[in-house]
């Protein structure tokens, strides 16, 4: 962990990425009821809303479409990721190099490190090279750290994500992205197990306005910095809206109740 909060993709201390990398983690299945969302070019105009401090995307995405957006939106690139039509444990292939994120103006990079998988070792071996080609750049490493595999049966449970949390911070990671346990009590103690490393909630899949608010109210109140979210976002009809109000719960600590009379 280095201090990021000079970084970019900080706004006080805190982190709203957006991300779009669920064609190729999910399949286009998640757009189907937002069909113009397929068009990456639509979630990039969302992400140029202030409350969000970067775009989280694969490669492809990432050489496409950044290059129209390069001066209002930070880029997060993913360096590995998987397709659901993958069928093994839990694993992730490596996509990018840190390299070639940096020459394409990223920000920050992203890996996923499934803690737990029969693949555990091979990732974090292959985490190690891009966090260290990582420092080089002076980029930020966000760890998506999701335990999961055929011995884990509940990926959310607290004592899961308190490993998740305390792993990214001992495998060298800048910010921690991970699942909510379920309650802010069990978020706390996860962000506590973090040290002084960030660590953001990982969004999920889509909820009511008041359900998803409330949550992220719960992980602030936590002490978490943020959210890492795609589908509760940009699978909502005004997804500016709902940045309106994430703004207020997460950088003014308004309550979900308010951000909501606010943004009505
Ligand atoms: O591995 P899972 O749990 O299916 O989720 C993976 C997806 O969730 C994310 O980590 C966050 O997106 P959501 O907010 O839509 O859950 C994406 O980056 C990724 O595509």
New binding site residues.
């Given amino acids: 962990m280095i201090p990021i909060d000079d970084s970019p993709i900080v706004r006080d201390g805190k982190s709203l990425i957006l991300?779009?990398?669920?064609g190729?983690?999910?399949g286009p299945v998640?757009f189907e009821e937002v069909p113009e969302k397929l068009d990456p070019a639509t979630v990039f105009e969302t992400a140029t809303h202030d409350a969000v401090t970067a775009m989280?995307v694969q490669k492809g995405i990432a050489e496409g479409y950044y290059p129209s957006f390069e001066d209002d939106v930070e880029l997060l690139l993913?360096i590995n990721?998987t397709s659901?039509l993958w069928m093994g444990e839990p694993d992730s292939a490596v996509n990018c190099s840190v390299d070639y994120a940096a020459e394409l103006g990223a920000s920050a990079v992203?890996f996923?490190v499934y803690g737990g998988s029969n693949h555990e070792i091979e990732m974090v071996e292959e985490f190690r090279d891009v966090h260290e080609d990582a420092r080089e750049y002076d980029l930020p490493v966000v760890m998506?750290s999701?335990p999961?595999g055929q011995g884990l049966k509940n990926?959310t449970k607290p004592s899961t994500i308190s490993y998740a949390s305390r792993l990214a911070l001992e495998l060298g990671a800048d910010i921690a992205?991970v699942?909510y346990p379920g309650s802010k009590e069990a978020m706390a103690h996860a962000v506590d197990c973090a040290g002084d490393m960030k660590v953001v909630m990982?969004?999920?899949?889509?909820t009511s306005d008041y359900e998803f608010l409330s949550t992220v109210e719960a992980v602030i109140d936590a002490g978490a910095n943020g959210?890492?979210?795609?589908?509760?976002?940009w699978?909502r009809e005004n997804p500016t809206r709902i940045l309106d109000a994430l703004e207020k719960v997460i950088y003014e600590e308004e309550t979900a109740d308010a951000a909501l009379e606010a943004t009505e």
């Fill in positions: 991300a779009m990398d669920h190729l983690e999910h998640d989280a993913k990721g659901n992203g996923t998506w999701y999961r990926d992205k699942k990982s969004g999920g899949s889509k959210l890492a979210v795609g589908r509760n976002v699978q």
